[in-house]
């Protein structure tokens, strides 16, 4: 089985202030592009679903 890759936001900005994001079935990993080195956080499935419905329903 291959590794997920990492991804940009699709609304990043040019000035590179935006974080990657590894997709797995049961979970995320998300990191900042800017500083690769300093690893990545790791969310559940549900946990990251949450956070992104909570973006499209503007209530963060």
């Known amino acids: 089985m291959t590794e997920p ?3 940009k936001s699709s609304h990043s900005t040019g ?3 935006c974080v990657e994001v590894r997709q797995h079935t049961d979970r995320a ?3 900042d592009t800017k ?3 300093a690893g990545h956080i790791t ?3 549900p946990e990251w679903n949450a956070f992104l419905q909570a973006i499209r329903d503007n209530t963060l």
């Open 15 to 17: 000035s590179g202030n």
């Open 35 to 37: 500083n690769r080195q």
């Open 5 to 7: 890759t990492w991804h």
């Open 29 to 31: 990993d998300i990191r």
């Open 43 to 45: 969310v559940s499935a």
